[in-house]
């Protein structure tokens, strides 16, 4: 069955609300048993892997990030199923975590949804291109290549974000997410047919 054939309706809207509600949480509890902190990592605390993209380094932080998620979710909706959705969410953010880990060890803590986030805008994108070939997920894809490339290259985001969300902007963790958002593509493309 393809993607395409979903329509979710309202109750589509509780598959984006998951993650929202995740947010509040650190939010509610303090967040510094949320953050990736490396060396709590390294000494057992794996959790931190998949509960730093849910914690937030304040307000603003937090509605930058819910924003991305509605826009993630409307932007593809016809092609998010909860099944795939959920796996994107968790595959997304443990994959992000895990790079972060092996592949920034200079990296002491981090916070956020953004690497996440970057991973299902992949995800929904090149899912809505390959599918039905749809020309705004192109353009979607190719403005996200864009935007993690010149990152990569000349560094991080806009004093702006990083002013407003208390700390500098994680570079690397939308890299990750990109390439996490990437990787399952050709296998859930498969599946689908």
């Given amino acids: 069955m393809p993607l395409t054939s979903h329509k979710p309706g309202w109750f589509g809207w509780l598959l984006p609300a998951v993650p929202l509600l995740l947010f509040l949480l650190p939010q509610l509890t303090g967040s510094d048993l949320w953050l ?15 509960s730093a993209h849910f914690a937030h380094l304040g307000w603003p932080h937090l509605l930058l990030n819910s924003v991305g998620v509605v826009i993630a979710w409307r932007l593809f909706e ?8 959920f ?4 595959w997304c953010s443990f994959a ?4 972060l880990l092996w592949l920034s060890p200079d990296l002491a803590w981090y916070g956020g949804f953004s690497g996440v986030l970057h991973g299902l805008f992949v995800f929904g994108a090149a899912m809505a291109l390959i599918e039905d070939h ?13 935007k993690v490339l010149w990152e990569q290259w000349f560094g991080g985001a806009d004093a702006l974000t990083a002013q407003l969300i208390g700390a500098a902007v994680v570079v690397d963790a939308h890299f990750y997410g990109a390439l996490a958002g990437l990787l399952p593509v050709p296998f859930m493309h498969r599946r689908a047919t």
């Fill in 36 to 50: 990736y902190r490396r060396e709590a990592v390294l000494e057992g605390e794996w959790w931190r892997l998949l």
């Fill in 78 to 85: 016809p092609w998010w199923r909860p099944a795939i959705w």
């Fill in 87 to 90: 796996t994107a969410l968790l």
């Fill in 96 to 99: 992000t975590g895990l790079a």
């Fill in 134 to 146: 749809d020309g705004l997920a192109g353009f979607v894809l190719l403005l996200l290549a864009a």
